[in-house]
């Protein structure tokens, strides 16, 4: 039996698995526990409640997240406890079992895993929203506390996300006006869009390629991490791969770095596989190319860890060179709306 760590060990317990083989720590966010482990052969994943949940969000979140996977959404299996729970609990601290998702990330320049990555978001965008409408009471479904500052989706959370920025920054005269200007297109953009009578559902929260992990040998995608699983407009994730893909490029070190223009046909290839399951109503359709312009910027600010001061990958000069080609890419897109969705 590991005794590498003794919390482990006692969390384990708390499970019908013994006798695990074998424990590999992976950085969590603070002082959080995360580790791979193996059994028989089988690996598995245990992670410690982010700190940014409360515990009420946590089970919350690990209660849909069970609901999603009865449903057969595409997601990652949680083991269950001995006492039938979907969490373990030690002390004041909570943690849950995954078994573990073979596979690597997407490679946003493999045109054929790019459809797929659509086609398996279309396909979690239904589970989720049947997951809403069953919902009595879907004002006791969940709303984040992180939500305003690292994963903003309404007016009101990118607002507090961009004070929070300033805040930050407050020293730094050339990020400061930097982030003033993508504020001021943020709120531009926002103004034209019908928020209020665009189709609601829950949603991942947080998609991205890190999130979705590709089997090569069966095709099949798996989603993990609904820490930010919520009630949001529908087509907030699809606009959100779809900025991410649109913004960045990933070269042979896995770096990551901004292309040179949207990649308007990787973004058409990612919506062809998003709408075999998914029927995008005419207001998700006429909105959805500013909500992409939108994620485009906060996909800028959280990609290189801008929003993270101690995390960040970019200098001064860095983000300086690379908003001139975001302000490039919006341009484009403003005149080209027509390129998405055709």
């Known amino acids: ?65 069970n609901l999603l996977q009865l449903n057969t959404g595409p997601a990652s299996i949680l083991v269950t406890t001995r006492d039938k729970k979907q969490y373990a609990k030690f002390g004041d601290r909570y943690f849950e079992l995954h078994e573990w998702v073979s596979g690597r990330f997407i490679n946003y320049n493999c045109v054929n895993e790019i459809r797929i990555l659509g086609e398996y978001t279309g396909i979690l965008t239904h589970k989720l929203q049947i997951l809403y409408q069953q919902q009595t009471d879907t004002s006791k479904l969940p709303n984040p506390s992180a939500r305003s500052k690292w994963f903003p989706d309404t007016i009101d959370s990118i607002k507090c996300y961009f004070n929070n920025l300033f805040l930050l920054y407050s020293t730094n005269v050339e990020l400061q006006i930097i982030l003033s200007q993508l504020y001021k297109i943020v709120s531009e953009v926002s103004s034209s869009i019908d928020w209020h009578n665009l189709p609601q559902s829950m949603i991942h929260g947080d998609l991205s390629s890190d999130n979705a992990i590709f089997n090569v040998e069966s095709g099949n995608i798996t989603f993990i991490d609904f820490d930010n699983i919520r009630v949001s407009n529908r087509i907030w994730d699809i606009a959100r791969l779809a900025a991410v893909i649109g913004l960045l490029y990933d070269n042979k070190l896995n770096q990551k770095q901004l292309n040179n223009e949207f990649a308007y046909d990787k973004v058409n290839t990612l919506l062809a596989g998003y709408t075999q399951n998914i029927t995008l109503n005419p207001l998700e359709k006429n909105n959805l190319p500013n909500i992409i312009i939108i994620n485009l910027i906060l996909a800028f600010l959280s990609e290189f860890d801008i929003d993270d001061l101690e995390n960040t990958i970019l200098t001064p000069t860095a983000v300086s060179i690379e908003f001139d080609k975001l302000l490039a890419m919006i341009s484009s897109l403003k005149k080209n709306l027509y390129r998405v969705l055709t």
């Open 1 to 65: 039996m590991i005794d590498k760590n003794p919390i482990i060990k006692m969390v384990l317990a708390q499970y019908p698995l013994v006798n695990f083989e074998s424990q590999n720590d992976i950085p969590g966010w603070g002082t959080t526990i995360r580790t791979t482990l193996t059994l028989n052969g089988k690996s598995y994943f245990l992670k410690e409640k982010a700190p940014y949940l409360t515990s009420e969000e946590f089970i919350t979140k690990i209660n849909l997240h």
